[in-house]
Structure formats: structure tokens, C-alpha cells
């Protein structure tokens, strides 16, 4: 749903970044902490940075930072063509010479805080927020006032219908929260303004298999893959829906693609 390709997602699993678990669909369930750096990630990718550089560049750090300090709890950016940690004494180079990734870091009572900088966006003449200034308010909420944080996912989807980050993170949200009548109500309408993304289909896909309207989800999760036949969850739900209708064929052919994608 950060829309990071798999590749990055299994190598971060791999290397011990973030540990998801598994849950009763076998979908990927991971923490606030995982989100955090899976955005990091994100953001590296959004700045044509390759997945093969991301993840040796975020081992290699790996390697020289002290163990007490949580990976998943730093922020880390591109900047320039250096690969560096900055702490409180200075910059240290991981030795790649690629990027440079920026950790703001302070200890409060003997634990360790992030201080994170929201990137500054544009503002309107009249000094009101736009989508995207919303969309990053309702981000930095959601882990601690979550009906805030909703509120204002929605007022920047009625300012910008097609915000497609915003329909995924609302999706999440709601999802984790079981409300999978909203969910497909909200699915429809990004489906509408963002037509191509293959997991807002995802999305509406599972919302439906949820609520038993399974030639929907079927159908919405045939959408998701035709448009990314990378989604091995997809894959994976896809095969349980074609078991549950005794399409044996169907099922194996889908289990199969699911399996490939794992390995």
C-alpha cells in the first residue's frame, strides 16, 4: 500500500529491517515501527534511487550503527551521492559512497527520540493547507489520534479526488479497523479518480472477500493483477476463492503464481 515494489519489501524482511507477521489470509501484517521505515524506503525509491542501491545501501549502514539504536525508529534520506549517518558528533560514512542518509537523532532519558522534519509544502495565496500539506498532517496522526488523523485523510481527498496515497493509507486504516462497508465505499471512488492503481483494486478486492461478495472480489482481484501480476497476495486470495468455488484449476494456477513470487 506505500506502493513500494516487492522486491524492496522482501529485501527489508530479509536483511532484518522490519519482521511482519502473518495474518489469517496470509497478508503481511506489520507495526507503525515497519511502516515508518517502509515509507523511508519509499521515499528513497520516489527519488529514482534503484532497489538494488536501497537495500545494500541500508545493510551496509546496518552494519555500523550501534545495536541499541531501533533501525526502524530513524529517519533516513537521500542527499547526494554520499552514503553517511549523521548523529550528534558529525558524519560518518558507511563506506558505500553512493548516498547519503540522514538520521536526526537525540537521547531523552536514556532512550532515543526522532525528531522528525516534515518535507514544507507550497502553500495557497490564502495561506489555507492543500491536499497535500493534508495528506501529510493526516500521516503524522495516525499513530496518535487516529479519528483526527481520517478526518483529515478526507477533507484532502475532497480537495484532491484522484490522491491516490491517500486513499491507500485511509484504506489501511479502516481495514485494521474492520470497516469493510466503508472500505468499499471508499475503494469505489478511488477505483473512479485512480483507475490504473493496481492496489486501490487490491483494496476493494479484499474489502469485498470480507464481506462475502466474493464474484466482486474475484472479479477486483482479476483487476489488481491484470494491472500488477506482482501482487502474490492477490495471487493468494484469488486461489482461495477459486478453492472455495471448487475451481481446482483456477486455484492451482494461482497458488503457483503465488509461490513463484514468493520464491
Not at 489470509?25 to 524506503?41: C, G, I, S, V
Not at 560514512?93 to 537521547?107: H, N, T, V
Not at 489501511?172 to 471508499?186: I, P
Not at 472480489?217 to 472455495?244: F, K
Amino acid at each position: 500500500m506505500l506502493g513500494l515494489s516487492r522486491h524492496i519489501v522482501t529485501g527489508l524482511i530479509e536483511a532484518g529491517f522490519v519482521a511482519p507477521t502473518r495474518g489469517k489470509r496470509n497478508e503481511w501484517r506489520f507495526t507503525f515501527q515497519d511502516l515508518t521505515l517502509l515509507r523511508t524506503a519509499h521515499a528513497l525509491q520516489t527519488q529514482g534511487i534503484a532497489p538494488r542501491r536501497i537495500l545494500r545501501s541500508l545493510s551496509r549502514l546496518k552494519a555500523t550503527l550501534p545495536g541499541e539504536l531501533p533501525l526502524t525508529g530513524l529517519r533516513i534520506t537521500a542527499v547526494g551521492d554520499d552514503v553517511a549517518v549523521r548523529d550528534r558528533t558529525g558524519r560518518l560514512q558507511s563506506g558505500d559512497g553512493q548516498l547519503l542518509m540522514d538520521f536526526d537523532i537525540a537521547p531523552v532519558a536514556g532512550s532515543v527520540t526522532i525528531l522528525e522534519r516534515a518535507p514544507a509544502a507550497p502553500k495557497r495565496a490564502s495561506d489555507e493547507p492543500d491536499a497535500r500539506d493534508l495528506y501529510l498532517s493526516a500521516l503524522a496522526l495516525e499513530a496518535t489520534d487516529p479519528a483526527v488523523a481520517e478526518a483529515t485523510y478526507l477533507r484532502a481527498l475532497a480537495l484532491a479526488p484522484d490522491l491516490e496515497d491517500a486513499y491507500l493509507n485511509l484504506g489501511a486504516m479502516w481495514d485494521e479497523a474492520g470497516r469493510y462497508s466503508e472500505l468499499v465505499r471508499l475503494s469505489a471512488a478511488a477505483v473512479e479518480h485512480c483507475p490504473d492503481c493496481a492496489l486501490i483494486h487490491f483494496n476493494l478486492a479484499v474489502a469485498l472477500d470480507h464481506l462475502e461478495r466474493l464474484e466482486e472480489a474475484a472479479a477486483s482481484y482479476e483487476r489488481s493483477l491484470t494491472l500488477d501480476p506482482t501482487l502474490a497476495d492477490a495471487h493468494y486470495n484469488l486461489a482461495q476463492l477459486h478453492e472455495q468455488a471448487g475451481d481446482e484449476q483456477g486455484a492451482l494456477r494461482h497458488y503457483s503464481a503465488y509461490r513463484r513470487l514468493q520464491r
